[in-house]
């Protein structure tokens, strides 16, 4: 398979991926927690392959710091797939989540510092931890995972497109 057409695919799966993210950041998810966790589970591969896609385009400019950013995300993802379980006295999906909002931060610092455009997808990953802490401390708590999930997944989107249009 020709490269240009796997970063294409990368990039539809970020959007994919990305767009569902946003979707289940707010609570529109009553049914099924077995379909639930399918979708999560989905959304989580199109993550993945658009993130693979989305640093291999960039792999060279992005650096040690963009290397061993992408390492530890791709590490995060594998924490956070499969049932909520706590099978090792803590909740592997918070911090698997944790794992990837930090990787994410040094992914989108490795980005701005190399210089890379467009600017919105490391603005997106790093203002996603920082409306979850910010939200946090007000009256609007509740808000603060929702808008996290969305911003993060809005990264992905961004990412994605920068993907397809290359």
């Known amino acids: 398979m020709q490269k240009d057409a796997l970063f294409k695919l990368a990039g539809a799966a970020a ?9 289940s950041a707010f609570p529109v998810l009553d049914g099924d927690p077995i379909a639930r966790e399918w979708l999560y589970a989905g959304i989580d591969v199109l993550l993945v392959f658009g993130l693979i896609g989305i640093y291999l ?6 650096g040690l710091l963009g290397l061993a950013s992408f390492i530890i995300a791709m590490a995060g993802f594998s924490f956070i797939g499969g049932p909520d379980a706590d099978p090792f006295g803590f909740s592997t999906y918070a911090e698997g989540a944790a794992v990837i909002a930090i990787a994410m931060a040094g992914l989108s610092i490795a980005w701005l510092r190399a ?3 467009p600017l919105w997808p490391p603005l997106f990953w790093l203002a996603s931890p920082a409306a979850a802490g910010v939200l946090s401390m007000t009256p609007a708590s509740g808000y603060g995972l929702m808008a996290a999930g969305a911003l993060f997944g809005a990264g992905f ?10």
């Open 157 to 166: 989107v961004a990412g994605g497109l920068t993907l397809l249009r290359r």
């Open 57 to 62: 385009a960039r792999a060279e400019r992005l």
């Open 115 to 117: 210089g890379e455009r």
């Open 15 to 23: 959007i994919l991926g990305g767009g569902l993210r946003i979707i």
